[in-house]
């Protein structure tokens, strides 16, 4: 199965630098410490609503964790790149899909960094700061599912960036840009009901919701799993428009290099 190759190439390639990624989570781990002991501090003077100054440690610490695999995708899945080489050239004329060559690919950088970075930066958490888990089943369920499709959605907009450069060349700074409004409208840091009432209603209209902020809070039991039916009519609709864009690539084609 094609799928599973691309997957488990991705995957091996990634393990032969297990020694440099302990350094990603060495930092990643100090950061959310420092989000964690900031909102630590401004719960001894405040209740911090539902959440708690427990509670918040938890959100804080399982999104920082999370991050690596719902927004740490590869910029643009390496097309960009490909673009710049003539690589694209030739993934497009193999009798396999860009969108479904660039994806598989993803998913082995997925499961090797939920392997590698999403469970040992959690598990640190867990005993630094006496994280309490979920205790039913259904829950671990429904979180795995918020992430594989937080996941999916985060590759889809990784590849609609890459394909960009087959118009603009440059399409590192589109990367950029969905990187600074995930970083604000995905409920990274800050809970989303604690924004701004106009921001709040911009952010429920967006996919990156999906991305931290309701994962997060299936996990911790403060929402439904069904909620994330939202996050899959986002999927469906974001593979509708990569396989459109798809063939649009195929019509132009402009290879930097070669």
């Not at 781990?29 to 719960?43: D, E, K, N, P, R």
């Not at 996990?219 to 063939?247: H, K, S």
Request: hydrophobic fraction near 45%.
């Amino acid at each position: 199965m094609l799928f599973a190759v691309l997957a488990r190439k991705a995957y091996a390639r990634n393990l032969q630098y297990r020694g440099s990624h302990l350094l990603h989570n060495a930092v990643s781990a100090v950061f959310g410490f420092i989000y964690a002991s900031i909102w630590t501090g401004l719960g001894s003077d405040s209740s911090l609503g539902e959440y708690g100054a427990k509670g918040i440690v938890g959100y804080i610490a399982f999104n920082q964790a999370i991050l690596w695999i719902t927004q740490f995708t590869t910029n643009g899945l390496g097309l960009e790149q490909s673009v710049r080489t003539g690589q694209i050239a030739v993934d497009l004329m193999r009798p396999v899909h860009l969108f479904y060559q660039a994806m598989s690919r993803e998913w082995g950088q997925v499961y090797y960094q939920f392997l590698y970075k999403f469970i040992p930066i959690y598990a640190l958490y867990y005993f630094i700061f006496s994280l309490q888990l979920p205790h039913h089943a259904s829950v671990y369920g429904w979180t795995a599912i918020a992430l594989v499709l937080a996941a999916y959605i985060s590759i889809c907009t990784n590849y609609l960036i890459g394909v960009a450069a087959l118009w603009t060349t440059e399409s590192r700074w589109f990367y950029w840009v969905n990187y600074s409004f995930s970083t604000l409208l995905s409920g990274f840091f800050i809970p989303l009901e604690w924004l701004p009432g106009w921001l709040r209603t911009i952010s429920f209209y967006t996919p990156y919701p999906y991305l931290l902020y309701y994962p997060t809070r299936i996990y911790m039991q403060l929402e439904q799993g069904t909620v994330m039916l939202g996050a899959l009519l986002w999927g469906i609709g974001f593979t509708c428009v990569c396989l459109a864009v798809t063939q649009g690539v195929r019509r132009k084609l402009e290879v930097q290099g070669g």
